[in-house]
Every structure is written in C-alpha cells, then in structure tokens.
T-cell receptor, first 115, second 114 residues
Framework: DTGVSQDPRHKITKRGQNVTFRCDPI?????LYWYRQTLGQGPEFLTYFQNEAQLEKSRLLSDRFSAERPKGSFSTLEIQRTEQGDSAMYLC?????????????FGEGSRLTVL | AQSVAQPEDQVNVAEGNPLTVKCTYS??????LFWYVQYPNRGLQFLLKYITGDNLVKGSYGFEAEFNKSQTSFHLKKPSALVSDSALYFC????????????FGTGTRLQVFP
C-alpha cells in the first residue's frame, strides 16, 4: 500500500498521559499536514511541513502539542498532559509541492480517546 | 481570512434522483476548491477540484461540481444518486494568495434512500 499510513489507529489514554501519533506520507510527497476532527465537524488545520521545516501552526494549537518531521519523511504529533477535550480523530495528509492546486491525500486517521 | 460554508447539515435524496450538495466560499484571491468524501471511521477521499478553466469539473464516482464566481459557490452534483453515495461530504478552499493549507467546511451528510 503506497498511501498515507497512520499509527496507531486507535489510542485510549488517561487524562494527564502523553501520547504520540506517527504518520508516514506518500513517499515522494514533500508536504505533510496534520488536522484534527471532532464528531460532527470538519477537519481543523493544526500544522504543516515542507520537507523537515514546519511552516505554519494553527493559533488554536496549544503548547501541549508538538509536531516534528525530522528527516523530511515521517512525522510525529505528540500531545503532552492530555485532556478530555483532546479526544478527536487526528488526520495526517500529504501532497506534492507543485502549485497550490495540489490536492491532499489523507490517511485513515488516529482516533484518540482521553478518559 | 478564507472560509467555506456548507449550509445543509444533511441532504436526503431517493436513489436514481439527482443530488446537489451546496458549498459557498470566501477568499481574498482566486480560490482553489476541493470536494472530499468521508465514510464512517475512515479518512477523507479526494473527489474533485477546481483550479482554473472550465467551470464544470468532473471527478470520481460520477460526481461533478460547478464553480460560480459571481455567487462564490462550488456545489457538488451527481445526475443519479446511488445508495452507496451515502456518506459525509466536505468542501474545502485554499486561497492562492494566502496560505497552503486547506480550510474545510463543517460537512454535509448525504443520505440516499432506496
């Protein structure tokens, strides 16, 4: 399978614990995006990378959230001291940097439940 | 700031009938517009996009969308709905001047009845 893959698909954790999600983009894609989706809502932009550089972060992203893409390939999204409000589906997407008309290819998502 | 609105939370249509899912947008420059579909507990799948050129764009699974600059709309259409089209549909916009991120609408649930 050469699509975007995310791991784990499901994560249940207790409030206050740290969690980390991994995303492996389509291999030739140099753009990587993280979105968050809660029930009944559209995906909400969190951050994106071009190669290893993080180019934009949402103002809604608290300091407890950090994302990395150390070698310009896979990316990790870490949430520290999780809160119940962090429960959501975390979506990763990748695209080619050709023009702004390039579509995003999404993974299946990582569902986080904070108890 | 760029934004997109999907005014209908749900659209119901009988199988075989035409369907329309509405989307309007707001950007400062020229828009790049996209439609995605999401099935339960799955990621988003790309359906089609408008970048430039013909206002009617065709995409996957028989879907098409019409770009209307004067009405700032990009409605998704299909001539004959299938029960398997039942899913959540998202419109998204990217502003050519502004940023490289896609901004999504809140989604419209399409229910096709047999």
């Amino acid at each position: 399978d050469t699509g975007v893959s995310q791991d784990p698909r499901h994560k249940i954790t207790k409030r206050g614990q740290n969690v980390t999600f991994r995303c492996d983009p389509i291999s030739e894609h140099n753009r990587l995006y993280w979105y968050r989706q809660t029930l009944g809502q559209g995906p909400e932009f969190l951050t994106y990378f071009q190669n290893e550089a993080q180019l934009e972060k949402s103002r809604l992203l608290s300091d407890r959230f950090s994302a990395e893409r150390p070698k310009g390939s896979f990316s990790t999204l870490e949430i520290q001291r999780t809160e119940q409000g962090d429960s959501a589906m975390y979506l990763c997407a990748s695209s080619l940097l050709i023009t702004r008309g390039g579509e995003l290819f999404f993974g299946e998502g990582s569902r986080l439940t904070v108890l | 700031a760029q934004s997109v609105a999907q005014p209908e939370d749900q659209v119901n249509v009988a199988e075989g009938n035409p369907l329309t899912v509405k989307c309007t947008y707001s950007v400062s420059g020229n828009p790049y517009l996209f439609w995605y579909v999401q099935y339960p507990n799955r990621g988003l799948q790309f359906l089609l996009k408008y970048i430039t050129g013909d206002n009617l764009v065709k995409g996957s699974y028989g879907f098409e969308a019409e770009f209307n600059k004067s009405q700032t709309s990009f409605h998704l259409k299909k001539p004959s709905a299938l029960v398997s089209d039942s899913a959540l549909y998202f419109c998204a916009v990217r502003d050519e001047r502004n940023t490289d991120k896609l901004i999504f609408g809140t989604g419209t649930r399409l229910q096709v009845f047999p």
